[in-house]
């Protein structure tokens, strides 16, 4: 019996119970989400093309959300504020084009110079990003 077939009748018999099944499915769907809330960023040039529109304040104050910038794709997870911009509208979970009045956002960011000042100042919107 090779290796192959018999880690494959190992697996059958682990996913025919419903417990090992749930928490297969379970696992396979948290990553899923996790991949999905991560924060790559494309910004373009026509409002019509973005996901969303957000408007840079003055003040930390008047943010929705407070933005650091990532170096790294890897840095940027979950829905906290960890932005990395991508070269590609492809590559980006999310695009957004920077309107000039704030009342035509949907958004309003601050960008930050620490990664541990990013965060959610108005929860609310935080579908706006998922």
Known sequence: MDNRNKEGRIFEAIMKTPVMKT????ILFACIVANVSAQKIFSVDSRYDADIKVYVV???????LLVYKCDSRYDATDNKGL???VDSRYDADKK???TDSRYDAD??????????DAQWRNTAKKHLLY
């Open 23 to 26: 928490t297969f499915f379970a």
């Open 58 to 64: 003055d003040s930390r104050y008047d943010a929705d």
């Open 83 to 85: 932005w990395f911009f």
């Open 107 to 116: 958004l309003l960011i601050y960008f930050v110079d620490s990664r541990y």
């Open 96 to 98: 957004i084009y920077f």
